[in-house]
């Protein structure tokens, strides 16, 4: 059989395992979450730059928003399978590149791409990370065909527009510019990859507006909420972890492959930047664990030139101890176990605390009990998500002692405030309990007084003593009355702080007890800093104003400071 008949056979056939594990395999809370982003389009979300929002938009209008039971999963995952396909096809080209093909080269191309689990799972799971490796691969490729030194200034654009789609795609691509510029000082001298640098950042002026335009969301969220301070385990945990991303013997092959390579390969600049890459993220974000934990996945754009590098490697046995005949054996022993686990994925059997099986049971039992009313989730984004896809209408209150959302982005809520809702919190945190199962709260109310729109600002604070007295105006958006005194969701003023945890301090209040529609009203405030504090006297405090309203305390003003002195 022909070297390239082949590869498009075994790529069938990888296409088609893709798309029956797309189908049978139950939506991962996360891909549900990106489903919100494609829902509600923009230039950037909090946790991501916008391009997974766009895959899931082109994965719902491709399918038609299809609510047909067996198709469903495809309105979110198709563009991830069509992606992946493109992205090993494009692998395959860059990997070949001026070299005859031969069917040991096809044969270990995908061993060594099928070996790799998070690999596989980026071609049926709908994940920011399948973007980032179609664009690192289209990267790679230019700058394989530029360091060829014809058509330069064709593959120069090329670039450009590869690195804005990774930097579309997650954050850390541009790791990946860094590290090839890293193993080849020359390009800094080179004009035309310059003038590729500013076509990228031109090509994200929009994403960079909507940045500034909502005070940096995403770059608060990775560069600090996630700094999590000095913890041995995430120093321990993180081989290990990688272990599993990559199986155990292509880490160690990635990692003895680049050392061998810049070391016997120094005049291959292309094959140079393949090794800093693989060695730079890998200890890149080893070194960034001081600071918190890692994710695994972190370092899944370091796939791609372990790929084109260890194909090489292994179809030219560069490498005179490393016995290949083994290697290989080993190797398709893993790709089978790999195999055998996405079957086992199809059957959706893994328990619930896996979250990679059994989850309808969940939101069915969900819907059967809210009916036809909003769900209303307190807490985890997770779950508003889930039921978002498979039933309807959901939304999320935010507590401010949990993580930031896409949710507080979206005006999704606004339509049922004052209406019937199902109230379902997963956290302890829903006093008022009706129903009690499969780990959560439940109650019902009449009419839902939601807290997370009103806007407290702040027109004059002062320290008289042990107390604290501000003048407020509070903002009311929705299009129904806020009443302090509501029969079934009362809600309290009060002030928040964090010391060694967080206190909260109940406030008095001198206004009115309703805000009408669409409108404001001024407050007179005080309560003793002595409750937000376990020092005797400190300098200042920094505190925010939170409403709770039997649900959560939702974040209503900016963080401020007062000095105590």
Known sequence: MKPNKLFWIIWAVWLVLNVLTSLMMEIYTDEAYYRLYGQFLAWGYYDHPPMVGLMAWVSDHLMCQTTMLGLRNLTVRLTTILTHALTVWLLFKTMADDREVTRPMVVTFFMVAAGMVMLSTTGFMLTPDSPLLLFATLFFYAYQKYLKGSNL???????????????????????????????????????????????????????????????????????????????IDYILEYWPNQLVVYNPLLLVLMIVGSIVTLRQRKEDMFERGLAVTILGFLFFFWLMTVKGHAEPHWTMAASVPAVLLLTRILTEQRIAWMNRRW???????????????????????????????????????????????????????????????????????????????????????????????????????????????????????????????MRVTEQSAQVDGDSLRWQLSIANPYAVAFDFQHDEMPCRLQVAAMDTDWCFAECKVCGPMQIPARDSARYTVTCSWRDLTSQSRPEKIQYMFTLYNTLAHTENSPWQTISLY
């Open 153 to 231: 200034w064709q593959w120069a654009l090329v670039l450009g527009v590869a690195i804005a789609g990774m930097l579309y795609s997650k954050y850390m691509g541009v790791l990946v510019v860094a590290f090839v510029v890293l193993s080849n000082w020359q390009l800094v001298k080179d004009g035309r990859l310059w003038c590729a640098l500013l076509l990228a950042l031109a090509l994200m002026t929009p994403h960079f507006w909507w940045q500034i335009s909502h005070g940096f969301p995403s770059l608060q969220y990775h560069l600090v909420a996630r700094n999590e301070g000095f913890d």
């Open 327 to 453: 290697v290989c054996i080993t190797l398709w022993c893993m790709v089978g176990l790999i195999q055998v686990a996405r079957v086992v994925l199809w059957t959706n059997c893994l328990p619930l605390d896996t979250a990679l099986g059994s989850k309808h049971q969940r939101y069915d039992y969900l819907k059967e009990i809210s009916g036809d009313k909003v769900m209303v989730s307190i807490g985890s984004f997770q779950w508003p998500s889930m039921y978002r896809f498979w039933y309807g209408e959901a939304v999320l209150v935010h507590d401010i002692e949990e993580r930031h959302t896409q949710y507080e982005y979206i005006d999704i809520d606004y339509p049922f405030q004052g209406q019937p809702a199902s109230i379902c919190d997963p956290i302890d945190g829903c006093h008022d309990t009706v129903v009690y199962a499969h780990n959560y709260h439940h109650k019902m109310v009449n009419r839902l007084q939601m807290t997370d729109r």
